[in-house]
């Protein structure tokens, strides 16, 4: 018979019809291999200290209403390719103190976003978005900005270049300087056309 290769443990409900049953089955045919559960109503696990699950090839769960996990610590997920997440209705995401989400549009647009500050540092030198102010700092080697067209700096109440040693100014062909109201020049020696 079909069955002949299996062997297990068929309990029945107390008082049930005769098909209601926790069963433990075990299938020995070979390449069909298979341990069998079904638990009639609930199920319950308690494990006093670790548990550790490895799957050689795929894992399927389908749940027929809600899932609930509470994770007292961390939790980390590595993904080796896709990860693909379809929500039916709203998504809420509660964090309790900072967030970093990096995107990908299909455009291949990146966006990285935090509700807080976003840091990309190396050594000294760094870069800090905040909410209120970006902030570029050098502590070793050059800062360069550079625009095949045009570079702007402008700020709508002060625009400040300088406070070190020295600040050069320079163009191929034309350097304006223009001030609507007033243009104030200043300095111990002022050389012009020199």
């Given amino acids: 018979p079909a069955a002949a290769p299996q062997m297990g443990f068929y309990s029945r ?25 079904h638990a009639e109503k609930n199920m319950d696990t308690d494990i006093e200290n670790s548990e550790t699950h490895d799957v050689g090839v795929d894992r ?28 039916g209705n709203k998504h809420v995401i509660n964090v309790g103190k900072d967030q970093t989400v990096l995107t990908m549009d299909k455009e291949g647009n990146a966006l990285l976003e935090s509700v807080n500050t976003i840091k990309l540092k190396v050594k000294d030198n760094y870069i800090l978005i905040a909410p209120d102010t970006i902030e570029i ?13 045009q570079a702007i700096f402008k ?21 304006s300087i223009t001030g609507t109201n007033l243009t104030d020049i200043k300095g111990a020696i002022v050389k012009v056309n020199s």
């Fill in 13 to 37: 409900s107390k008082d049930g019809h005769k098909d209601n049953a926790n069963i433990l089955r075990f299938e020995d045919k070979a390449g069909h291999e298979q341990i069998w559960i």
């Fill in 60 to 87: 399927r769960k389908t749940i027929g209403q809600d899932e609930n996990i509470s994770i007292k610590r961390n939790l980390k997920s590595d993904v080796g390719n896709n990860e693909t997440h379809n929500i």
């Fill in 137 to 149: 700092h050098v502590g070793q080697g050059n800062l360069k900005a550079e625009a095949v067209e």
């Fill in 155 to 175: 700020g709508d109440e002060l625009t400040k270049l300088g406070d070190g040693i020295n600040t050069e100014l320079k163009a191929n062909d034309t350097v």
